[in-house]
């Protein structure tokens, strides 16, 4: 199928709706034209009509996006993130599809866990000494339009999706729109739906060079770079990726310059790659690799549990129930919309137990230290279950298998919400609506793991 074909699908009104429903509604963030997604219900059906005959008839135009300032840490330039108006929002997750579907055989989407468990194959064969890590200076910010552009004719022939994918890329983000305000001439703006899969397709030349090259391991995932190579080829492999970058008119951090940013290493010594630390231990005797979690995201994982004993012990109700639930929810992780949610689903790789079992000792203390009695589930017995039967386990919640009395249930018992004269199709989004809010914390803990998150 032709990309004009699959656009032309993807794009009907029918399709359209089923996005909504799927990706947009619960969300709650709102564009520079502040419509809440109330406010967008009434006029859905109209909104998505315009959508679909406009982006066919070459003459959709977004609303400018409203800036959102992401802090770093302490010291950090904050990553200034791209909020779309909803109807935009629509748009521009049906052109995500799109590209997905297009680039499906071409490049790959893996989550990070994937890819760091090809990075422990790897690690453990042997074949490799020496690892090269490499950061790419200001990412998203510094990707050319003309020559994204034409990259994507490589694979998109039509120029109406040409022409909506540069539109998209080309709207100004702003904290308040003015008639003056100058289009977007460089970068791709981060937080869109189809920000990765454009950043993905920037490199795929790149990729697909080093993907093929025999004495090397090649990892990327969004900018950061992993090479396990030997050691006498370190040098040589690091200059010229980064004169590779350097022609696409993307700088790479120098490891011997900023080795904070970039490093070279042995692969006997500690190092760290998308949240995971990778670590020799003796065990038994025996040199064996490790691979847990970076202290960083350990921490931010405890510190979120004790803000959910805090907001128990400030709360007006202070449920028992709820508390319960919160912790289960914060150990286990959940499915929800197809998706696994969590530390541990993100952790899946580790092969620390000692940790996990340190972490369920923490939450005893804390019970102890806000003077509480629950009975919560356990990081290990969790871990156990997604490693082992991921797909058939009760112990981590699957919220897409909730029938209506299941949903009743947790909306009364958990979130004391009255649901008298509600229907079935109010108290779902109910359901959904407090159900993505809650998962949405579960990412909080991993935001600090990478940049994609």
Not at 23 to 52: C, M, P, V
Not at 133 to 144: A, E, G, Q, T
Not at 153 to 163: A, M, N
Not at 436 to 445: F, G, M, V
Request: positive net charge; proline residues 2%.
């Amino acid at each position: 199928m032709s990309a004009k074909a699959r656009f032309n699908k993807i794009f009907r009104v029918r399709n359209l709706g089923k996005i909504y429903a799927t990706h947009i509604q619960l969300s709650r963030a709102t564009g520079i034209d502040n419509l809440t997604q109330k406010q967008f219900w009434k006029i859905l059906k109209e909104q998505i009509s315009i959508i679909s005959r406009k982006t066919k008839s070459n003459s959709y135009t977004f609303t400018k996006y409203k800036l959102k300032l992401v802090s770093k840490g302490r010291g950090k330039t904050p990553r200034e993130i791209s909020i779309p108006a909803i109807r935009d929002r629509i748009c521009l997750r049906a052109l995500c599809d799109l590209l997905m579907e297009t680039y499906k055989s071409t490049i790959s989407f893996a989550l990070p866990q994937d890819t760091v468990k090809q990075v422990k194959l790897a690690v453990n064969s042997g074949q490799y000494n020496s690892f090269i890590k490499l950061d790419v200076s200001n990412f998203y910010p510094s990707i050319d339009h003309d020559r994204l552009i034409k990259g994507l004719r490589g694979k998109i022939r039509s120029e109406t999706i040409l022409d909506l994918i540069n539109s998209a890329i080309k709207t100004p983000t702003v904290s308040k729109a003015k008639k003056d305000d100058l289009p977007n001439t460089i970068g791709v703006p981060q937080g869109l739906a189809i920000s990765n899969a454009l950043a993905a397709i920037y490199l795929i030349n790149i990729d697909k060079k080093l993907s093929k090259k025999t004495n090397i391991k090649y990892f990327r995932y969004v900018d950061d770079i992993l090479i396990l190579c030997d050691s006498v080829d370190v040098v040589n492999i690091t200059t010229d990726i980064i004169a590779d970058f350097k022609k696409i008119n993307l700088e790479i951090h120098d490891p011997i310059e900023m080795p904070h940013k970039s490093s070279i290493g042995t692969t006997g010594e500690k190092f760290d790659y998308l949240g995971y630390e990778f670590k020799n231990k003796i065990i038994h005797k025996k040199e064996t690799n490790i691979t847990t979690a970076r202290s960083g995201s350990l921490e931010k994982l405890k510190e979120s549990l004790v803000s959910i004993f805090t907001g128990y012990k400030h709360s007006k109700i202070r449920s028992i129930d709820f508390l319960t639930w919160r912790l289960d929810m914060r150990i286990t992780g959940c499915v929800f919309q197809g998706k696994s949610r969590g530390w541990l689903f993100f952790f899946s790789e580790i092969d620390d137990e000692s940790m996990l079992h340190q972490l369920d000792l923490y939450v005893e203390k804390l019970k102890k230290r806000f003077n509480v009695v629950v009975n919560q589930k356990s990081f290990v017995r969790a871990f156990h279950e997604i490693a082992h039967r991921r797909h058939e386990t009760t112990y981590v919640p699957n919220f897409d298998n909730y029938n209506i009395d299941q949903m009743k249930d947790l909306l009364q018992n958990y979130f004391n919400k009255t649901i008298t004269n509600l229907t079935d199709e109010e108290i779902e989004y109910e359901f959904k609506k407090r159900i993505d809010r809650q998962s949405r914390e579960l990412l909080i803990d991993l935001a600090t793991n990478s940049s994609a998150s």
